[in-house]
């Protein structure tokens, strides 16, 4: 990560018109300015654009709002740099409010279209992985190795050592490994579910192979059962056939006699109809006889009808024709009224208009007598609209210029209050200040008593270490006597054994080096042997009592160090007591540098606002529009006083409008007062001679002449109606004697017919019923044969049950055969799959067990501290003139035996070895300092890292004129392994030894702001 460019607004100490930071020229640079004035929230910006972090209070969970400068609501970060090719840009930002509002972009540069694209992702939290995916590297790392941030130098030495093993693995990139563990073991996992998925499905085929041979004996017993009980069933089937056969020819006689039944029903029915039916023609005939016998009574009866029908049509005829001509004496009536009525109406009209206009010249010449009044007041009023229109654009204007002037007024109040609050945050911060700085005797108090205290438990420790150490070569004596002592044991068990060998005598060769053996020699091998015997004898005896004389001495060292155990427990307490202490001194040393910046700041504060010279601009703002209102004499009672008679001469208008209507009435109406006179003449000429409808009542005389002519009598008519009604029926007397004559020979006949059929259906009936009574006697042997089909279907359908299940069964084992067949065909391909996955599943855990923290990324670790420590060595010799060393221990032998990981620093220079914390405030800079470059190298070199920068922010105020000439000089060294190296610090001497720096200057007004000196 190679800075290009930073912007920022309302960061810390910076406001909102901060010019952009462009690195692209810079190489080594130094950050120069006065302490408080904002040379770390340069460095605080970065950190927070990319991780969202920075330096924040003890509780803080984000520091956000502490980031925020005093009296801003909002503040953004923009960040642009190079990442191996590609160039980047993070816009963070963060609005106050209730929990606080933040915002995070991610963008990338593209070529092609010469402009950034965004990679922001749906949340930041999303976006916020996405930006340490491609620095692979957090927020902790990068100030533990590229950042050493401002009093955090120690930052690295002073975490445990399995933080510090966790730091460098991220420098090492070493998280790649656990990603390729985590997939190491769920290969694992999942080639073990396979092993066991294949184990338990061979189990599975070999306990169904067990089963091959008795399914296929089921197979063969199944196939005979079938075989037997089909041959059964046809045998039933061929009894059925002959039963079926005779059921048959009893079924056709039963439904002959069916017929039969039918039949019988049938000529039943016939004949009862056909009686039925002779009863009625009976009755006819002799209805037709007693017609027949009145016919001449009938027809001289009927001619009389005859004549009064004829003589009732005529009436009728006149009726409707005097019915007719009153209608139209009717319609003619009601024209003439029409007419007469409209004639009326219209004259009524015009008389009404002519009382309208005679009431309208009366009404108007009231209204014309004003006509100078109201011509004079509608003059005053357009005059004085005139002036209102003037002086609204005045008050248009003077509206305008007040607005303006009220805001720059409340932004002069805002700047005011801008101004008090960041003087009483400066306040808040003097009192905090002013209370840590007050603790700063108490911190050196305790420091040089945890000082004291732990110059003791040294001392104790260092005994302890001297009694460790003997103990240890107490143990390591015991442990070779005891070897030595096995080593002549096991020599004398070899010389007893040679010696029973020669003193047996049965051997004529050496059993040392196989030359012959005679007795001389044989006496002289056994007089050596005894006497290494003897010699080994005694050695053993002076070992035991060197072992026993070294294990007393141990009990009583053991006894020694127990004793003085409960107080090296303490060390770790003190050590870290006396590193809190300074830490709290050096906390308040720098609480005071910033109280004393604190009270300048409030000092300038209050100048400027009992002077009043804070924004200067708005206040000349104010002054012109002050003026301008002031040029402007609009005065508005003046305006307000001319609206008021506005709205008393506004009726004056209505009033003109009224009077121009009357004068236009007066004038119409006069004009059409003779038209009228005349219309109301014409009219009453008209109703005096009856001169309305002249054809309606011409039409009337003639309807009412037709209706004398016409000689309707109504009493006759009425008497001819009264005669038809006595003989109505005599006209159904002629009709059935009209019948009679015609139809009484063929009705004669057709008795006779049906006569002969009604005998001819009893003597069928006769027949039918003989049949019938035959077949229901001959009907009982149906129930012998329904009862012995039953039997033999019920037979059947057991015997075919046996065989659909004897089917089934053996349809399952045939099933079960083939497929015991196909598992057979499949084992051996099983059978490889889990050997297969065995062997993968050995694979995968030992790759497992490798890529783990104890596997490959130990080793790369342990083949990473020598590069560490020989670059550290060789900036701390320049530091330190070849006094000082640092040694880094990745393994720690236990008390108990063994040893543990870890990852010890210890430094050695003339006076020995001694822990870290035993080193002054410039010793222990160098030494953190030699640490952190060596660690950022580290980061700058390893391949799949991703930054190539150093940041150093202060930390040199403990060095002396050597000190800091060693200090540049180590920086020169490693500038060309950086492509950017930024040094903060605040002292004249050292700032001038670099080739371009930043300066920074905290302005009270407008915050701060830098610029770049080459």
Same mark, same amino acid.
């Given at each position: 990560?190679?800075?290009?460019?930073?912007?920022?607004?309302?960061?810390?100490?910076?406001?909102?018109?901060?010019?952009?930071?462009?690195?692209?020229?810079?190489?080594?640079?130094?950050?120069?300015?006065?302490?408080?004035?904002?040379?770390?929230?340069?460095?605080?910006? #970065?950190?927070?654009?990319?991780?969202?972090?920075?330096?924040?209070?003890? *509780?803080?969970?984000?520091?956000?709002?502490?980031?925020?400068?005093?009296?801003?609501?909002?503040?953004?970060?923009?960040?642009?740099?190079?990442?191996?090719?590609?160039?980047?840009?993070? =816009?963070?930002?963060?609005?106050?409010?209730?929990?606080?509002?933040?915002?995070?972009?991610?963008?990338?540069?593209?070529?092609?279209?010469?402009?950034?694209?965004?990679?922001?992702?749906?949340?930041?939290?999303?976006?916020?992985?996405?930006?340490?995916?491609?620095?692979?590297?957090?927020?902790?790392?990068?100030?533990?190795?590229?950042?050493?941030?401002?009093?955090?130098?120690?930052?690295?030495?002073? !975490?445990?050592?399995?933080?510090?093993?966790?730091?460098?693995?991220?420098?090492?990139? =070493?998280?790649?490994?656990?990603?390729?563990?985590?997939?190491?073991?769920?290969?694992?996992? &999942?080639?073990?579910?396979?092993?066991?998925?294949?184990?338990?499905?061979?189990?599975?085929?070999?306990?169904?192979?067990?089963?091959?041979?008795?399914?296929?004996?089921?197979?063969?017993?199944?196939?005979?059962?079938?075989?037997?009980?089909?041959?059964? +069933?046809?045998?039933?089937?061929?009894?059925?056939?002959?039963?079926?056969?005779?059921?048959?020819?009893?079924?056709?006689?039963?439904?002959?006699?069916?017929?039969? /039944?039918?039949?019988?029903?049938?000529?039943?029915?016939?004949?009862?109809?056909?009686?039925?039916?002779?009863?009625?023609? !009976?009755?006819?005939?002799?209805?037709?006889?007693?017609?027949?016998?009145?016919?001449?009574?009938?027809?001289?009866? @009927?001619?009389?009808?005859?004549?009064?029908?004829?003589?009732?049509?005529?009436?009728?005829?006149?009726?409707?024709?005097?019915?007719?001509?009153?209608?139209?004496?009717?319609?003619?009536?009601?024209?003439?009224?029409?007419?007469?009525?409209?004639?009326?109406?219209?004259?009524?009209?015009?008389?009404?208009?002519?009382?309208? &206009?005679?009431?309208?010249?009366?009404?108007?010449?009231?209204?014309?007598?004003?006509?100078?009044?109201?011509?004079?007041?509608?003059?005053?009023?357009?005059?004085?609209?005139? %002036?209102?229109?003037?002086?609204?654009?005045?008050?248009?204007? @003077?509206?305008?210029?007040?607005?303006?002037?009220?805001?720059?007024?409340?932004?002069?109040?805002? %700047?005011?209050?801008?101004?008090?609050?960041?003087?009483?945050?400066?306040?808040?911060?003097?009192?905090? =200040?002013?209370?840590?700085?007050?603790?700063?005797?108490?911190? /050196?108090?305790?420091?040089?008593?945890?000082?004291?205290?732990?110059?003791?438990?040294?001392?104790?420790?260092?005994?302890?270490?001297?009694?460790?150490?003997?103990?240890?070569?107490?143990?390591?004596?015991?442990?070779?006597?005891?070897?030595?002592?096995?080593?002549?044991?096991?020599?004398?068990?070899?010389?007893?054994?040679?010696?029973?060998?020669?003193?047996?005598?049965?051997?004529?060769?050496?059993?040392?080096?196989?030359?012959?053996?005679?007795?001389?020699?044989?006496?002289?091998?056994?007089?050596?042997?005894?006497?290494?015997?003897?010699?080994?004898?005694?050695?053993?005896?002076?070992?035991?009592?060197?072992?026993?004389?070294?294990?007393?001495?141990?009990?009583?060292?053991?006894?020694?160090?127990?004793?003085?155990?409960?107080?090296?427990?303490?060390?770790?307490?003190?050590?870290?007591?006396?590193?809190?202490?300074?830490?709290?001194?050096?906390?308040?040393?720098?609480?005071?540098?910033?109280?004393?910046?604190?009270?300048?700041?409030?000092?300038?504060?209050?100048?400027?606002?009992?002077?009043?010279?804070?924004?200067?601009?708005?206040?000349?703002?104010?002054?012109?529009?002050?003026?301008?209102?002031?040029?402007?004499?609009?005065?508005?009672?003046?305006?307000?006083?001319?609206?008021?008679?506005?709205?008393?001469?506004?009726?004056?208008?209505?009033?003109?409008?009224?009077?121009?209507?009357?004068?236009?009435?007066?004038?119409?109406?006069?004009?059409?007062?003779?038209?009228?006179?005349?219309?109301?003449?014409?009219?009453?000429?008209?109703?005096?001679?009856?001169?309305?409808?002249?054809?309606?009542?011409?039409?009337?005389?003639?309807?009412?002449?037709?209706?004398?002519?016409?000689?309707?009598?109504?009493?006759?008519?009425?008497?001819?109606?009264?005669?038809?009604?006595?003989?109505?029926?005599?006209?159904?007397?002629?009709?059935? =004697?009209?019948?009679?004559?015609?139809?009484?020979?063929?009705?004669?006949?057709?008795?006779?017919?049906?006569?002969?059929?009604?005998?001819?259906?009893?003597?069928?009936?006769?027949?039918?019923?003989?049949? +019938?009574?035959?077949?229901?006697?001959?009907?009982?042997?149906?129930?012998?044969?329904?009862?012995?089909?039953?039997?033999?279907?019920?037979?059947?359908?057991?015997?075919?049950?046996?065989?659909?299940?004897?089917?089934?069964?053996?349809?399952?084992?045939?099933?079960?055969?083939?497929?015991?067949?196909?598992?057979?065909?499949?084992?051996?391909?099983?059978?490889?799959?889990?050997?297969?996955?065995?062997?993968?599943?050995?694979?995968?855990?030992?790759?497992?067990?490798?890529?783990?923290?104890?596997? +490959?990324?130990?080793?790369?670790?342990?083949? %990473?501290?020598?590069?560490?420590?020989?670059?550290?060595?060789?900036?701390?010799?320049?530091?330190?003139?070849?006094?000082?060393?640092?040694?880094?221990?990745?393994?720690?032998?236990?008390?108990?035996?063994?040893?543990?990981?870890?990852?010890?620093?210890?430094?050695?220079?003339?006076?020995?070895?001694?822990?870290?914390? #035993?080193?002054?405030?410039?010793?222990?800079?160098?030494?953190?300092?030699?640490?952190?470059?060596?660690?950022?190298?580290?980061?700058?070199?390893?391949?799949?890292?991703?930054?190539?920068?150093?940041?150093?922010?202060?930390?040199? *105020?403990?060095?002396?004129?050597?000190?800091?000439?060693?200090?540049?000089?180590?920086?020169?060294?490693?500038?060309?392994?950086?492509?950017? &190296?930024?040094?903060?610090?605040?002292?004249?001497?050292?700032?001038?030894?670099?080739?371009?720096?930043?300066?920074?200057?905290?302005?009270?007004?407008? *915050?701060?702001?830098?610029?770049?000196?080459?």
């Amino acid at each position: 990560m190679i800075p290009v460019r930073l912007s920022l607004k309302n960061f810390l100490s910076y406001g909102e018109e901060v010019p952009p930071l462009d690195f692209t020229a810079l190489h080594v640079v130094c950050l120069s300015g006065d302490n408080g004035h904002g040379k770390s929230a340069l460095l605080d910006a #970065m950190t927070w654009a990319i991780w969202g972090e920075a330096r924040k209070a003890a *509780g803080d969970r984000k520091p956000d709002e502490r980031l925020l400068r005093m009296g801003a609501t909002d503040m953004a970060v923009e960040f642009e740099f190079d990442l191996e090719g590609d160039r980047y840009r993070i =816009l963070r930002q963060y609005r106050a409010g209730r929990g606080g509002k933040s915002a995070l972009e991610l963008q990338i540069y593209s070529a092609e279209s010469e402009g950034y694209h965004s990679l922001t992702q749906p949340s930041i939290t999303a976006t916020q992985r996405r930006i340490i995916d491609a620095l692979r590297m957090d927020y902790t790392t990068f100030i533990n190795s590229v950042f050493i941030m401002q009093g955090r130098a120690d930052e690295f030495t002073n !975490r445990s050592a399995r933080e510090r093993k966790k730091i460098l693995a991220d420098i090492l990139g =070493l998280w790649r490994y656990d990603e390729l563990m985590e997939r190491a073991r769920q290969n694992a996992t &999942i080639a073990e579910k396979s092993v066991a998925d294949h184990d338990w499905h061979l189990q599975q085929i070999d306990e169904a192979l067990e089963e091959q041979d008795a399914c296929l004996q089921s197979i063969s017993t199944l196939q005979t059962t079938i075989q037997d009980l089909s041959g059964q +069933i046809e045998k039933i089937d061929q009894d059925v056939n002959d039963w079926q056969l005779k059921q048959a020819e009893h079924e056709t006689a039963r439904l002959q006699w069916a017929e039969w /039944q039918k039949a019988f029903t049938d000529r039943q029915k016939e004949q009862k109809e056909l009686e039925g039916q002779l009863d009625r023609q !009976r009755k006819q005939m002799a209805v037709y006889q007693d017609a027949l016998a009145e016919r001449d009574t009938i027809e001289q009866a @009927y001619q009389a009808y005859q004549a009064l029908v004829q003589e009732q049509e005529t009436f009728n005829e006149k009726l409707q024709l005097l019915r007719q001509l009153e209608s139209q004496r009717a319609q003619l009536d009601r024209e003439v009224n029409n007419a007469r009525h409209e004639v009326k109406s219209r004259q009524q009209v015009w008389m009404t208009r002519k009382e309208s &206009i005679e009431q309208t010249v009366e009404e108007t010449r009231a209204l014309l007598d004003q006509d100078g009044v109201i011509g004079k007041g509608y003059q005053d009023l357009h005059r004085a609209r005139q %002036a209102d229109e003037n002086w609204d654009k005045k008050r248009l204007r @003077y509206d305008e210029l007040d607005q303006q002037l009220r805001a720059r007024q409340d932004k002069l109040v805002q %700047a005011s209050t801008a101004l008090q609050s960041e003087m009483g945050g400066y306040k808040l911060r003097i009192k905090e =200040l002013e209370a840590r700085t007050a603790m700063i005797d108490q911190h /050196q108090s305790q420091a040089n008593t945890f000082g004291e205290k732990l110059d003791q438990l040294r001392q104790i420790e260092q005994r302890q270490q001297e009694i460790s150490e003997h103990g240890r070569t107490l143990n390591s004596h015991m442990e070779v006597l005891k070897d030595k002592i096995k080593l002549f044991e096991k020599e004398d068990e070899d010389h007893h054994a040679t010696l029973k060998v020669l003193r047996r005598g049965t051997d004529s060769h050496c059993p040392l080096c196989d030359a012959d053996l005679d007795d001389r020699r044989r006496e002289t091998i056994e007089l050596n042997l005894g006497e290494n015997l003897h010699q080994h004898a005694v050695e053993i005896q002076k070992m035991h009592r060197g072992i026993k004389i070294a294990d007393d001495e141990k009990k009583q060292l053991t006894i020694l160090y127990k004793e003085q155990r409960p107080q090296i427990s303490e060390l770790q307490d003190v050590q870290q007591a006396l590193v809190t202490a300074e830490n709290a001194i050096q906390n308040a040393r720098q609480d005071a540098q910033d109280l004393r910046a604190c009270k300048e700041q409030t000092t300038a504060l209050q100048t400027r606002l009992d002077t009043s010279t804070f924004a200067p601009e708005l206040r000349q703002q104010i002054e012109i529009l002050q003026t301008e209102k002031h040029t402007l004499r609009y005065d508005p009672e003046r305006h307000q006083v001319l609206k008021n008679k506005i709205r008393e001469l506004q009726h004056f208008e209505s009033d003109k409008v009224r009077l121009d209507d009357a004068q236009k009435r007066q004038e119409q109406a006069t004009a059409s007062l003779p038209e009228i006179h005349e219309k109301l003449t014409a009219y009453e000429t008209q109703l005096a001679d009856h001169s309305y409808a002249p054809k309606a009542c011409a039409a009337l005389k003639d309807v009412e002449q037709r209706i004398e002519t016409l000689d309707y009598k109504e009493s006759r008519h009425q008497d001819v109606q009264h005669r038809l009604r006595k003989i109505k029926d005599i006209a159904d007397k002629k009709d059935q =004697l009209d019948q009679a004559v015609r139809q009484y020979d063929t009705a004669k006949t057709a008795l006779t017919e049906r006569e002969m059929r009604v005998q001819t259906l009893r003597d069928e009936l006769h027949r039918l019923s003989d049949r +019938i009574k035959s077949f229901e006697e001959n009907a009982k042997e149906v129930d012998g044969i329904d009862r012995e089909l039953k039997s033999l279907r019920e037979n059947r359908q057991a015997l075919q049950k046996d065989v659909d299940q004897a089917n089934r069964r053996l349809g399952a084992e045939q099933q079960k055969a083939d497929r015991l067949k196909t598992m057979a065909a499949t084992r051996p391909e099983i059978k490889a799959l889990q050997q297969q996955a065995a062997k993968d599943q050995q694979v995968y855990e030992k790759l497992t067990v490798a890529f783990s923290k104890d596997g +490959i990324p130990a080793l790369i670790i342990e083949n %990473a501290i020598p590069e560490i420590e020989e670059e550290a060595n060789r900036i701390l010799s320049q530091l330190t003139g070849n006094r000082t060393q640092i040694t880094i221990e990745p393994l720690r032998n236990l008390k108990t035996g063994g040893t543990k990981e870890t990852l010890d620093i210890h430094i050695s220079d003339e006076l020995g070895t001694r822990p870290y914390e #035993m080193f002054s405030g410039g010793e222990a800079f160098r030494i953190n300092f030699a640490l952190r470059i060596a660690l950022s190298k580290l980061l700058a070199h390893r391949a799949g890292t991703r930054l190539r920068s150093l940041i150093i922010d202060e930390g040199f *105020g403990t060095q002396d004129s050597q000190g800091l000439e060693y200090l540049v000089e180590a920086l020169q060294s490693i500038q060309d392994d950086f492509e950017k &190296i930024i040094v903060v610090t605040h002292l004249e001497r050292l700032k001038n030894a670099f080739p371009a720096r930043i300066e920074v200057i905290k302005h009270p007004d407008i *915050g701060s702001l830098y610029e770049v000196v080459t």
